[in-house]
């Protein structure tokens, strides 16, 4: 008998910690060794000259999720999870969108159905808590909490999922008492609402009056309050998608008092900009999403903060609607206000690649950073780790093996998402997945998916790691 099933040879490999020359040895779905020379495999991966790195834990997707404007979702869990393992991505978290009136844990039980028998990689469920009512916070998320979704969204804008300050307060007070953990979409719903009805009025309804109608002051607000109404309860929350300048001076004051604060960031406020939003007709529309990305000078103000640590996690926040069809941009027309057009880009297979190739490649962050960013940081907040984001004995065997010097144009023809475009299309990059293994198994190969469907597993979520700094026990409310 073999000592190990499979034995990766060579490679450059990088945790959060370190970066080693080693062989990594896997025995049944799991890191069973690593040391400067194994043998005894079954299978040897030859990865010399490549990186290895832990696979990615994309903690900020939607896939298959139900929309409150008639569009649609246009990945299920199938092709969703398959363009995450082409992408170097082993773990997904989406998110069960609750509606008013709902069931949460129906809710959940429907989302977690969907996933079954098609996922292709591991996945956990985040909740979206639209109706934080008597059932939902007395009961019903306590008990999800206790059976291992232990993260959940709310919002501050967005008619029919937003949230009042006091229903906010709720919904942070159950999360200090569970020791859960929560994420906040930071704008200001009225400003928001204001201003396009200002916008609209005056005939300003094309895509780029998007970035017009939630303008940096408006996300900065929102962030501010979030932070207050944490900061009154002491318990750490997690803003997702940081777009602008403003927020990241947020970030730090709330730090500087010594607030236990996380904060996330996503590609499209990379290489993205306001112009985007402004192609000839509605191409605009392929580029829109909240908050909007910024200008030029903002991005390089986003690219410090994944260098100097005022961000904590990078993730994609995949949104998948087609352009084409009357089901996803299109679903009002293009002649409609920029109102009614679905938010969101798709990014899910890109995300890693973009950043290992503009990040790590042109040294703005080491690989150390990387690793941190992508995997092993969302695995501690989301009590993954060190099962996922890490590679250790006895870590999950999810790796993605590098080929560093790769030159790929991003084209959508490129990509194994169910979406038409991707807003990276003619993107010059370096460095691209060569294999992607998950629980020891090679699913992606030399541009080819080798997963089956089904074969991805449901991760009941711990509370978050005791290595995050999330602060003092405090008194039950």
Not at 148 to 175: H, Q
Not at 436 to 442: C, H
Request: hydrophobic share 35%.
């Amino acid at each position: 008998m073999s000592k190990f099933d499979t034995v990766i040879r060579g490679g450059k490999v990088a945790t959060s910690a370190a970066v080693v020359r080693c062989d990594i040895g896997i025995r049944e779905g799991r890191i069973a060794a690593l040391a400067d020379s194994l043998d005894g495999a079954d299978n040897v991966i030859d990865a010399e000259g490549r990186t290895v790195t832990p696979g990615g834990i994309d903690s900020h997707c939607h896939i298959d999720q139900p929309s409150m404007d008639g569009s649609v979702c246009a990945d299920d869990f199938l092709t969703g999870t398959r363009s995450a393992l082409a992408g170097g991505t082993t773990t997904v978290i989406p998110f069960a969108l609750q509606f008013k009136g709902q069931s949460l844990r129906e809710t959940v039980n429907e989302y977690r159905g969907r996933a079954e028998n098609r996922a292709l990689a591991d996945y956990a469920i985040h909740m979206i808590i639209v109706d934080p009512n008597e059932q939902v916070l007395g009961q019903e998320l306590p008990g999800l909490i206790r059976d291992g979704y232990t993260s959940f969204k709310v919002y501050m804008t967005y008619d029919g999922l937003m949230l009042n300050d006091r229903e906010i307060l709720d919904v942070l007070a159950l999360a200090r008492r569970e020791r859960a953990f929560v994420m906040v979409h930071a704008e200001n719903g009225d400003c928001i609402s204001w201003l396009t009805d200002r916008l609209e009025q005056s005939g300003k309804i094309s895509p780029k009056y998007h970035a017009h109608s939630r303008p940096r002051p408006v996300e900065r607000e929102g962030t501010n309050r979030a932070i207050t109404l944490a900061e009154l309860l002491d318990v750490p929350i997690l803003l997702v998608h940081v777009s602008a300048r403003e927020v990241v001076d947020e970030i730090h004051r709330a730090r500087a008092r010594g607030l236990k604060l996380f904060a996330e960031t996503c590609p499209q406020y990379l290489f993205l900009t306001e112009d985007d939003l402004d192609k000839p007709g509605f191409e605009g529309a392929k580029c829109i999403c909240s908050p909007p990305p910024r200008d030029k000078a903002n991005q390089q103000v986003i690219w410090d903060g994944l260098r100097n640590g005022t961000f904590d996690v990078f993730s994609s926040d995949h949104a998948p609607t087609r352009f084409e069809g009357s089901d996803g941009k299109k679903i009002h027309g293009e002649d409609t206000s920029f109102r009614w057009i679905p938010n969101g880009v798709p990014g899910i297979e890109t995300r890693m690649p973009l950043l290992f190739s503009e990040g790590v490649g042109k040294n703005i962050i080491d690989l150390e950073r990387f690793v941190e960013l992508t995997a092993t940081t969302p695995a501690k907040l989301y009590g993954l780790y060190p099962q996922k984001g890490t590679i250790a004995v006895g870590c999950d065997a999810d790796l993605v093996i590098w080929d560093d010097s790769r030159e790929v144009t991003i084209s959508n023809d490129l990509l194994h998402h169910n979406v038409d475009y991707t807003p990276y299309e003619g993107m010059k990059i370096t460095g691209w997945p060569a294999i992607t293994l998950s629980r020891g198994e090679v699913v992606w190969a030399e541009g080819e998916i080798l997963a089956e469907p089904g074969r991805g597993e449901f991760l009941h979520c711990g509370l978050p790691d005791s290595a995050v700094p999330l602060g003092r026990p405090v008194a039950r409310i």
